[in-house]
C-alpha cells in the first residue's frame, strides 16, 4: 500500500468480478469510496470467477484490472487469487469490507463477518443492482 495511505485512513475492500463495466459497478464503488478513505478494488481472477459463477468472465483480467485501475473512485486495484477473502485481508489489511447485499444473512454471508469480525474488519452490504448485471448484458448479447 505504500505511503500514500496515513495510518489513521480507513481502507475498504470492493472485491467484484467487474466483468463487462457497467453502472452498476460504478455505483458500487462510488458508495464504497465514500465510506472509506482509501478504496482498494479487488479483481477477481479469471479462475476465481469460473470456480465463483462457473463461467469465466467476457473481458480478460488484465483488462479488468486497467477498465478499473482508471475509475476515480478507486485508489488501488488487487488481483484476486485466492478464494479465501481473509488470506486476502492479511495481505492487504483493510478496515472494511464490501459486499452486495444478496449475502446479507446468508450462511456464507454470516460465516464472512464472523471471520471478519475475529480481525476487526466491517462488512457493509450494498445494494445489489438487479436492474443492470454482466449476467443480463451476457444475454442480451448473446440473443443479438
Not at 479462475?47 to 485501475?69: N, Q, T, Y
Not at 488501488?76 to 485481508?89: M, R
Request: charged letters at 30%.
Amino acid at each position: 500500500m505504500g505511503d500514500m495511505v496515513g495510518k489513521d485512513a480507513r481502507v475498504g475492500y470492493a472485491p467484484g468480478v467487474y466483468d463487462l463495466f457497467h453502472i452498476g459497478h460504478l455505483n458500487i464503488l462510488r458508495m464504497a469510496r465514500s465510506q472509506c478513505d482509501h478504496l482498494i478494488a479487488g479483481v477477481v481472477s479469471d479462475e476465481m470467477a469460473e470456480l465463483a459463477k462457473g463461467r469465466r468472465p467476457v473481458v480478460p483480467l488484465s483488462e479488468r484490472l486497467e477498465i478499473v485501475d482508471h475509475i476515480r473512485f478507486v485508489d488501488q486495484v488487487h488481483a484476486e487469487t485466492v478464494p479465501d477473502k481473509l488470506e486476502t485481508w492479511s495481505e492487504l489489511k483493510f478496515d472494511i469490507f464490501f459486499k452486495g447485499d444478496d449475502w446479507k444473512g446468508t450462511r456464507k454471508g454470516i460465516e464472512l463477518e464472523r471471520r471478519f469480525g475475529d480481525v476487526g474488519v466491517e462488512v457493509v452490504y450494498f445494494p445489489y443492482t438487479r436492474e443492470t448485471s454482466s449476467t443480463i448484458l451476457r444475454n442480451f448479447l448473446a440473443a443479438s
